[in-house]
């Protein structure tokens, strides 16, 4: 049988070689996660000797050059989620933005990427190589590429469940530089305030109470969300699972210290099932890494509704930028503007309801300031027109702010408009009542 190394060795380019496969006219597929540094920059380079590539970065992170104004005629930009490094981009409707399905991954990984682009560590002595803390979809994106271009960094971690490539399934492997860009620092930009640690303690001693032991969690990302363990959510908790996309701040700590076990999860039980690691130091890293207790799955399996739905008491918390009186979830744009995408918020909204004994938690601050400093309600009477609904009302379950829980579920919308009129900020409960009254009652 043939070495895999001699393969490997044969496969092996620089970053500019690489860049030199991309031809005018193609599609340019980085993976979800960190962005292979080396080859973008090269890709970027070249800026002059191409014209009308499309390049898909999911979530920027790097700052490549190709978000500012100018760069059109040489790449056309699609992303998926909205960072601080592609943000004006996004203003300025200078770019496409991915709509995510919420039954699998984006249509991105069902038409072929004349060149997909991904980052992996060195291949084991069997040649296969991980893709570090962060899977998503990569295994798909690379079945359905022309041209794979793997970016290889000895610095990733390895894991067990799905997270893995053979060298065979690469085309190229172009060995890792030093980066020293501009990273995007994975907020999601738009109208939020700097939140005030007491109303964020606030927010997470109000879902706490609806967390129980034995629960299987999922949180999503957001500015709250983010900090809401290391806030004191889940202080007290014992035999609790993990069925979510990451790890925010505090889950492996919660791991090593055996509050989060999966002892009573009836799917995949003993495993924290998660598409990507991270918040955590490098004591916290170094421990996930090679150990059997991380499954890193595909993100469409983690998404599955039914998937989902399998882990009895499953509990999804998610963060919305807005929520309108009959409990209509925005987590993506207010009006035409967009901040964010939806990543798995209406998966698991669905799944968390299926789920024997699961509930949904929306949660938000009760207001936010416009760039002109004015303070506005993010309870609101309706949404301005062109708004995502990211979830319908019909599947909303208990939405939570500083100012208390809303309750939703099994409710008319007189009584979701008093819930979500309760848990509204002070200062605009008078004119939400108002509205309620004109909307609901004779």
């Not at 790449?75 to 933005?97: G, N």
């Not at 997909?116 to 359905?144: M, Q």
């Not at 469409?300 to 009959?326: P, S």
């Amino acid at each position: 049988m043939k070495d895999w190394r001699e393969e490997y060795k044969r496969k092996t380019i620089t970053a500019v070689e690489a860049a030199q496969l991309v031809k005018s006219g193609d599609t340019v597929s980085f993976t979800l996660g960190r962005e292979a540094y080396a080859i973008g920059l090269a890709i970027a380079a070249r800026a002059s000797e191409l014209t009308n590539v499309k390049v898909f970065q999911p979530f920027p992170g790097y700052d490549f050059g190709w978000y500012d104004p100018g760069w059109e005629e040489f790449f056309q930009i699609k992303i998926y989620m909205p960072t601080a490094i592609s943000q004006q981009m996004v203003q300025d409707r200078r770019c496409d933005i991915e709509v995510n399905d919420i039954l699998c991954w984006s249509e991105s990984t069902r038409q072929q990427s004349d060149v997909v682009i991904t980052e992996v560590s060195a291949p084991d002595n069997n040649g296969f190589c991980s893709f570090g803390a962060a899977l998503w979809n990569k295994r798909k994106h690379i079945k359905n590429a022309r041209i794979v271009i793997a970016e290889v960094n000895d610095q990733l971690i390895r894991t067990f469940g799905d997270n893995y490539v053979h060298i065979s399934e690469i085309d190229y492997f172009v060995p890792h530089q030093v980066t020293r860009g501009i990273v995007a620092d994975g907020s999601l930009g738009g109208r939020e305030i700097k939140k005030p640690e007491q109303y964020m303690k606030d927010i997470s001693g109000y879902v706490s109470s609806l967390i129980k032991t034995g629960d299987t969690l999922q949180i999503g990302i957001g500015r709250v969300s983010e900090h809401l363990i290391e806030l004191g959510l889940l202080d007290g908790k014992s035999d609790l699972g993990w069925h979510s996309e990451a790890t925010p701040p505090g889950v492996i700590r919660l791991v090593r210290e055996g509050i989060i076990n999966g002892k009573r999860k009836n799917f995949l039980p003993g495993k924290v099932v998660v598409t990507s690691l991270g918040g955590a130091n490098k004591e916290d890293m170094d421990w996930a890494n090679n150990n059997p207790l991380f499954w890193l799955v595909d993100v469409d399996f983690l998404w599955d509704v039914r998937n989902i739905a399998a882990n009895d008491n499953m509990v999804a918390i998610n963060q919305a930028l807005t929520v309108d009186i009959t409990g209509q979830v925005s987590a993506e744009s207010i009006g035409y503007q967009i901040f964010s995408g939806s990543g798995g918020q209406t998966a698991f909204a669905y799944g968390a309801l299926l789920s024997k004994g699961g509930r949904g938690i929306t949660i938000l601050p009760s207001v936010a300031k416009t760039r002109d400093g004015k303070m506005i309600s993010r309870i609101v009477p309706s949404f301005e027109s062109g708004t995502a609904t990211t979830v319908t009302r019909n599947c909303v379950d208990h939405v939570v702010t500083e100012y208390g829980i809303a309750r939703l579920r099994g409710k008319s919308l007189r009584r979701r408009a008093e819930e979500l009129i309760a848990v509204a900020h002070p200062d605009f409960r008078a004119e939400l009542t108002k509205e309620a009254k004109r909307l609901f009652w004779p």
